[in-house]
């Protein structure tokens, strides 16, 4: 009777040890699985970096073409209708282009369960934070201001219409230059409200997005640094 119980604890004992085994085997696994996305997510974040650094480019240069044409409206007077044209363009073209994220890695971190497994609370309130709260703002400002750039151009056809073409060097890259094929304007342009209206809501309204995108810099630069203390 001793020795079957024995025999039973040993056997026992020995199942016990292959779940342990096992199941330090697979936390292993997934461990290295959520390392290795972090890896990827940190070469996605530097890439999308350098796209926020182009759209903030992108962005400053419309600021600039808009404040020019604010400074001519209300005290010169005198720019040249091509130079007027060049500036509206620099507006319309520029003041919508966006910065979208590569969520991909991130979403595999957050099926596969990784997620749960970063060590640092920290990164994973960020990345929560980055991902799906700053992100869905960000968003919302592209839609709110697609919409503004193109019901302004409408509600301006009677003071300013500017016709482009895509420069052909250039036509493959993401963000392409135009360049102005032909322009119309009013001869009351100088006078009209809904012109000095849509350049100081414009003003405001890059202002703000260059003020989220430089927040999506500081936090993204924050999370590399983390993801290096996590893998470290």
Same mark, same amino acid.
């Given at each position: 009777?001793?020795?079957?119980?024995?025999?039973?604890?040993?056997?026992?004992?020995?199942?016990?040890?292959?779940?342990?085994?096992?199941?330090?085997?697979?936390?292993?696994?997934?461990?290295?699985?959520?390392?290795?996305?972090?890896?990827?997510?940190?070469?996605?974040?530097?890439?999308?970096?350098?796209?926020?650094?182009?759209?903030?480019?992108?962005?400053?240069?419309?600021?600039?073409?808009?404040?020019?044409?604010?400074?001519?409206?209300?005290?010169?007077?005198?720019?040249?209708?091509?130079?007027?044209?060049?500036?509206?363009?620099?507006?319309?073209?520029?003041?919508?282009?966006?910065?979208?994220?590569?969520?991909?890695? $991130?979403?595999?971190? %957050?099926?596969?369960?990784?997620? #749960? &497994?970063?060590?640092?609370?920290? !990164?994973?309130?960020?990345? *929560?934070?980055?991902?799906?709260?700053?992100?869905?703002?960000?968003?919302?400002?592209?839609?709110?201001?697609?919409?503004?750039?193109?019901?302004?151009?409408?509600?301006?056809?009677?003071?300013?219409?500017?016709?482009?073409?895509?420069?052909?060097?250039?036509?493959?890259?993401?963000?392409?230059?135009?360049?102005?094929?032909?322009?119309?304007?009013?001869?009351?342009?100088?006078?009209?409200?809904?012109?000095?209206?849509?350049?100081?809501?414009?003003?405001?309204?890059?202002?703000? $997005?260059?003020?989220? %995108?430089?927040?999506?810099?500081? #936090? &993204?630069?924050?999370?590399?640094? !983390?993801?290096?203390?996590? *893998?470290?």
């Amino acid at each position: 009777m001793k020795r079957y119980i024995i025999e039973g604890g040993l056997i026992f004992c020995s199942v016990l040890a292959s779940f342990f085994i096992e199941s330090s085997r697979l936390k292993q696994s997934n461990i290295e699985i959520k390392n290795g996305l972090l890896v990827e997510l940190s070469q996605i974040i530097n890439e999308d970096l350098k796209q926020i650094n182009k759209v903030i480019s992108i962005q400053t240069r419309s600021l600039d073409a808009t404040n020019r044409l604010v400074n001519d409206y209300l005290n010169n007077q005198n720019m040249t209708e091509e130079a007027i044209a060049n500036n509206y363009l620099e507006i319309i073209t520029n003041t919508p282009t966006s910065f979208y994220s590569q969520k991909g890695v $991130y979403t595999q971190l %957050l099926e596969s369960g990784s997620l #749960e &497994l970063i060590r640092y609370k920290t !990164l994973r309130l960020k990345l *929560l934070y980055v991902y799906e709260h700053l992100d869905e703002r960000k968003l919302g400002i592209d839609r709110f201001v697609d919409d503004f750039i193109w019901n302004s151009n409408q509600k301006l056809v009677e003071d300013i219409v500017v016709l482009s073409s895509v420069d052909q060097v250039n036509k493959s890259l993401m963000y392409s230059e135009r360049k102005i094929s032909s322009y119309m304007i009013n001869d009351n342009y100088y006078k009209s409200k809904s012109i000095i209206g849509f350049y100081a809501a414009n003003i405001n309204y890059i202002i703000f $997005y260059i003020d989220v %995108l430089k927040e999506y810099q500081e #936090e &993204l630069n924050d999370i590399l640094e !983390l993801i290096d203390q996590e *893998l470290n």
